[in-house]
């Protein structure tokens, strides 16, 4: 059985930046296994521009971008094999891959990074009322077929749920030729980023309706028509429905991290993010496998997703040369009124370096608010902000300065200034 | 110029097919489809029912009992997922503990043995089933109730009686039959003749009997709807029916042989348009009542919902005769327990009913087993190895959520009654089956699609006629 320092499973923008950060700190055997054809991930069919603006200073579109890491790694000569799923991950970090070359392969590592990203949340797991007729799709495969296939899905469109897959995809299928009658969010807020909202809906006048959803989808062999009604609450209201004649219903209703990988190991995840609990290195409840990326929470922003991956790789470094402690010492990073979720989930003060990122998201809209970071009942601090949504990633950082004293839980709540 | 003419390729013509393709007549499947079993057999609970529950003296019990001894046999011979894993019949009130005490006689009656069905309490039934609803105090328990794959149970079949010599016409809807002294059977593709015509088109058969026939019976789809749970997700050991009710068996919670759970069915009336459209009222019920059995749903790990009509008859039994027609078979009426009931009663139809036109000489080269399917998810590692050494394609994973190789579809495509549409590929070997409901592998199985069948990429249709999946091809793309 081939033996590898780190295995790093996926190659999008989380497992490449992870993979280099590692390779750079001088680790040496360092393998990529990626499903695809091509390195890169959801970003080489993201052809829009937007990325980069943190980590490079520049916008570049999602190839681009990726195209940056990948150079780098061939620079590095990072080992790398495309077209290879893998299969099975073990609790001992053996892990089982295929492909057509080499068959089916078991390989061990010392430390597996998790990067395999997230899939879309789809017309099954919505349970939308009606017929299942073809024409109903996501709107990420639908952005596959058009920019990496080359094929057109339809041309009279309707986009259920407002996530940034779905408001990119009104832009791009209206420039297509395509004309896209509206959106409906079953929410009253979008849950989209708002510059989203701006460039790709209202400067191609295609109207946005909140709190609705769609209630009945007709069509025997193609969708034909969708009815969509206002909601109280999640239940529709009678006498609201509105009728559209489309060709393709595209879904935009929420991405889920990949896990089934890491369930099947015994990995623990978060009810809310859906992804593995993990530390303040990255690291699971599993010594020496460590997530970054899509796969630990669902990022908007490729750049966030770049630094959360390069501090991973560094955690791996550590671990390899052992100096991470033992999880011993561990406090809970506890989310509170308002708070949906706060990543890393736990910290090891004995491990942690500081500044600190934290990540989190809230669970509804808030206006003038504060961020209240605490300490058990104590206010280490608080962190003002015009405007909070579900669809924005929020980060705090935490210093030196903010976690002395005996620490016992950290809370984070949301407070409205009056 | 047939012997027989088959209408429909469902369960029911599946099974006849295969039983006729014992014997030297030359037979074809006319299907209005474009796949075959794509009606109730495709939407349905999958339960190979033990027989306990039909009234005593009908042909639904007769043929459950019949039907459930030969399953196994039937799934070993033509590779069918089979999973005997039992039922139980729950009772939450003392009300229920009389009902299900009036269905253990009635299992004895319609011929389950006594070590077949079996009052158990509360404790025994919390052992079986740890997720089992705290007020069900008394179970009927019923070890000889299994659980199919029933559009691979139909597609193992037309695809057996292929191997043996039946012919399968798709994408032909009968409308018009007359009677000579053959038949002529007119679809709205061409014309076919044949001395016996055998009606199993299930909710449509009272329309096509009255072709040529003046049917004593009526069938009405009754809807059934379901939530299919994501197949980590283990709720259930075995079958969990709550006791019967006027709406019949009421809604059951089956273990699926992939891994997932069914929660369902609902029972209405709907006309023939709505029958497979799920509704929130319907799946509303659905919660409401499977509370009563089981608990612990994990209602977030929902991965589909679906509808399939039962054709009902207004005799409230099958009806599986000749009618006064001659040559022309009616095997009508076809609801629950029918997929249980289909092997039985295909028997019955030939070796009864067909057998007194023609003379029945045994077709010596009939095979009855169909060649094994190879699944990549059931094999060890070195078995894979194995199989990838025969076959660079087994290595190919092209589904992650249900790991599905392009061998297995490029296979499943290539057979006999092979897939010629993305359902027809995610019927066959499950890929697209998964969570992610084919939004990674789509696109892939239609690049296989268009190579395997020779055709372009943009006539590759999802699962009907007209249900084509790319509209064209974008501005400076070559085709
Ligand atoms: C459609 C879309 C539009 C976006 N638009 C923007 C934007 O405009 N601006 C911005 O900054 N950010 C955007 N983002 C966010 C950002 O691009 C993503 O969050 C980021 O690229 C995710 O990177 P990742 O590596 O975690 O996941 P992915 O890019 O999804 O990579 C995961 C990789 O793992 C592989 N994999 C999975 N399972 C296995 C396995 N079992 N074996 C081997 N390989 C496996 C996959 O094939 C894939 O290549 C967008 C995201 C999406 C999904
Ligand atoms: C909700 C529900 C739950 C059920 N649960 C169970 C269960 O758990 N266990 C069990 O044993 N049974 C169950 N059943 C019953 C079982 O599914 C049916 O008895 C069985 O599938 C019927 O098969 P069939 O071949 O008669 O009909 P179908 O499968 O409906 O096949 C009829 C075929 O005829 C074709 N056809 C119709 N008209 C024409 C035409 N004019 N020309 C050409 N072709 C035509 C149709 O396209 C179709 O393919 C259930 C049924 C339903 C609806």
Redesign the pocket.
Known sequence: MKQYDVVV?????????AALEIKKQGIDHVLI????AE????????I??????KVFKEELT?PE??ERFVQELLEMGIEYKLN????KLNPDKTIE?ANVNEGFVKISARAVVL????Y?RNSGSISIPGNRPSGVLT??SA?KYLNIDGYLVGKRVFILGSG??GL?MARRMTLEGAKVLGVAEVLPFSGG?KR?IVQCLDDYDIPLYLSHTVTDIIGESKVEKIVISQVDNFVPIPGTEKTFEIDTLLLSVG?VP?NS?SERCGIILDKKTKGPVVNESYQTNIEGIFA?????H????????TEE?RKAGRSVVRYLNHELNATNNMINVLPKNGVSYLLPQEINLSNLVTPMDIFMRVNKEFKNAEIVISNGDTVIKRIKKKHLAPAEMEKFILKDVDLTGDMIDINVAIEVQS | MYDVIIIGSGISGATIARELSRFQLKTIILEKEYDVAMEATMANSAIVHSGHDPIPGTLKAKFNILGNRMYKQMSEELDIPYMACGGMVTAINEDQVHLIEELYERALINGLRSDEVKIIDQETVRSLEPNIADGVIKALHLPTTAVTFPWEAAIANIENAMDNGVELALENKVIKIEKLDRFVVTTDKSVYEAKVVINATGVYGTDVAKLVTNPHFEIRPRRGEYYVLDKDVRLVNSVIYPAPSEKGKGVIVTPQYHGNTLLGPTSEYVAFSEISKTTASGLEYIKENVAQTVQNIPYHKIVRSFAGGRATSSTEDFVIEESEVKGFINVCGIESPGLTAAPAFAKYVVEELVSVHFEMKPNTDYNPRRRKVLRTNELTFDELNNSFHDNQKYGRIIC?CEKITEGEIVDAINRNCGARSVVGVKNRVRAGAGRCQGG?CQSEVINILARELKVDKLDIVYNKAGSNILKETTKGEQK
Not at chain 1, 39 to 46: D, E, F, P, R, T
Not at chain 1, 298 to 305: S, T
Request: contains cysteine; proline residues 0%; hydrophobic residues 45%.
């Open positions: 499973i996926g190659g999008g923008s989380a497992g490449l930046a296994l990626e499903r695809d390195l890169g991930g959801i970003l080489l069919q993201c829009h521009n937007g990325f980069g603006l999602g971008y990726a290879s799923m893998v299969t891959y990067a395999m990203g997230c879309e709107a990420g952005q940034d897959i990119i980023l989203n991405l990949e990988l970054c990326g899509n796969v630990l669902v990022h908007d922003l490729v750049d966030f997703v991956s | 992650r990674f």
